[in-house]
């Protein structure tokens, strides 16, 4: 015999069986109406024992009791779950193809990918509130170039760059104070060239930097006393130099680095006092010059320096080939 429960019902299939009634009367409890229904009336008996009904051997009532208790408890239920109140984010990263100049109207204002170079050069009308257009960039394929823009003051519109694919200038930006908010570049595939900027007075805003596919350059910026805003650099992937950097009083901030994978230049800076900034580079592909820096004592030149690059010229005369 089988039996099964369906959500909406009780259904009963049954076998074959022979009806066996346990009886002490003959008293009829199954009769048949003339539509051919089959009634089964109660089984009671008169001292109150229940009566039971087999169904080749079965005790068909028990089991319709605890099917149906079982059934009860597959009553399909309705569960709720509660709105979640954060919202779901829906931003989508926005890209732009092409070379971006002056002109950034063109440009989406939430744009995230920038494939092309960003080439921002003798702007007049180029100001910090300008690049606020860039504000949720992280990525640009190719070079970032910031040039001879004299009314620009900070570049914190940049401040989501995260990678810039080729090189990245910042150059002859009179009024350009600090490059902090460039502070979330970790990577450049190009060369890295600060020059020419009259008023700023340090780099800590490249301090995320970790490596430079090229050259690295820190060339005549008149006010800047230091470079610590280079620590995080540990590789040059071409030559280094540092040079005519009237204020530049030391080098500690290349302390990281420990291959150049060109020439080492540290040249006519008239404040520098020490190099000793130099100590763990370990590899110099190229010459080594540290001349024409008029306050350095170059017997202060750490030892480990002096053996480096194909060849040295290290004097606090004027530079000379080797």
């Known amino acids: 015999m089988r039996w099964r ?13 022979v009806v066996h009634a346990a009886l002490e009367h003959d008293e009829p409890i199954i009769g048949v109406d003339l539509d051919g229904n089959l009634f089964i009336n109660t089984s009671s008996s008169a001292d109150g024992h229940t ?8 005790d068909v009532l028990r089991e319709l009791t605890e099917l149906r208790q079982k059934c009860a408890g597959n009553v399909p239920r309705t569960t709720t779950t509660a709105p979640s109140t954060v919202a779901a984010s829906t931003a989508m990263p926005v890209s732009y193809t092409g070379t971006v100049g002056c002109q950034l109207e063109s440009v989406p204002s939430n744009v995230t990918h920038l494939f092309g170079n960003v080439s921002l050069s003798f702007c007049p009308l180029l100001t910090a509130e300008s690049l606020k257009v860039f504000n949720e960039l992280v990525y ?8 001879l823009n004299t009314n620009l003051t900070n570049v914190d519109g940049l401040g989501s760059i995260t ?19 460039v502070g979330n570049i970790t990577s450049v595939g190009g ?14 805003g490249l301090g995320s930097i970790t490596s430079v596919g090229g050259y690295l350059s820190i060339f005549s910026n008149p006010v800047l006393d230091n470079v610590d805003g280079l620590r995080s650099i540990t590789d040059v992937g071409g030559y280094l130099s540092i040079r005519a950097n009237a204020a530049l009083t030391n080098v500690d901030g290349l302390g990281s680095i420990t291959i150049v994978r060109g020439y080492l230049g540290i040249y ?18 190229g010459t080594l010059h540290i001349c024409s820096n008029s306050q350095l004592d170059t017997s202060t030149v750490p030892e480990s320096v002096r053996s480096l690059g194909t060849c040295q010229v290290i004097t606090s005369e004027n530079c000379m080939t080797c």
């Open 268 to 285: 006519g800076n008239d404040a520098l006092t020490n190099v000793d900034g130099l100590g763990n580079i370990t590899s110099v592909e």
């Open 163 to 181: 990678s810039v694919g080729d090189s990245f200038f910042i150059n002859s930006n009179d009024a350009l104070i600090n490059v902090a908010g």
């Open 140 to 147: 640009v394929s190719g070079d970032l170039k910031i040039e």
């Open 5 to 17: 429960c369906v959500t909406g019902g009780l259904l009963v299939v049954m076998g074959l069986a």
């Open 51 to 58: 009566r039971r009904l087999l169904l080749n051997g079965v």
């Open 191 to 204: 060369d890295v060239d600060i020059r020419y900027n009259e008023a700023l007075v340090n780099v800590d």
